[in-house]
């Protein structure tokens, strides 16, 4: 028997298993929805595999949920996450991470991660859940960011507000930029 999967994956594990159980999914069909291989969703669910946000993102669309869901363990009443620490998870097509720092309540919907991006390949976002909105905070460097059509370019302490559930995409244009992003889910 393999050894218990350490955090975020075994959270990531857990959380998938109670949201296709909840939902009433079978392993291929929620592979089928979010547009990846059975084999992948079952090595997820057994915390063995090494998920990207972008597999994240399809899973939590295809479930309905926000990504937060996915990889927030439970929470105590104080917390405190340190500069570094925290569950990372990386892109698999730009070096782009994301930090969950705060999930938003079952009827707030709305979680805030810290985002850290270097210069070079830019990171493409799928439309998340319908009627989702990001904002977002420049905290150092600078960044490029938006919808396919109506990017914009920000700087530090610069904010910006778009659709999350359209097609979008971030772009760091200096090195070391880094961003507070609060993504709403109606």
Not at 11 to 36: C, D, F, K, M, P
């Amino acid at each position: 028997m393999p050894p218990d999967p350490a955090p975020p994956l075994a959270t990531i594990a857990a959380a998938l298993r109670h949201e296709r159980q909840r939902v009433g999914l079978s392993l291929t069909e929620l592979a089928r929805r979010a547009g990846i291989a059975k084999s992948t969703l079952s090595q997820l669910e057994s915390g063995t595999g090494n998920p990207s946000v972008e597999t994240l993102w399809a899973l939590g669309v295809a479930l309905d949920v926000p990504f937060s869901r996915l990889v927030e363990p439970p929470v105590a009443a104080v917390r405190v996450i340190r500069a570094g620490d925290g569950p990372r998870i990386r892109s698999e097509h730009a070096d782009f991470s994301g930090t969950l720092l705060a999930a938003g309540a079952a009827h707030a919907r709305r979680d805030v991660y810290l985002i850290e991006l270097e210069p070079g390949r830019v990171r493409s976002a799928a439309a998340h859940t319908p009627r989702s909105v990001e904002h977002l905070v420049v905290g150092a460097g600078r960044l490029r960011c938006g919808p396919e059509h109506e990017q914009v370019e920000l700087g530090p302490g610069d904010y910006a507000t778009f659709p999350g559930d359209a097609p979008h995409h971030y772009e760091a244009l200096e090195p070391g930029t880094f961003a507070v992003l609060i993504m709403e889910h109606p």
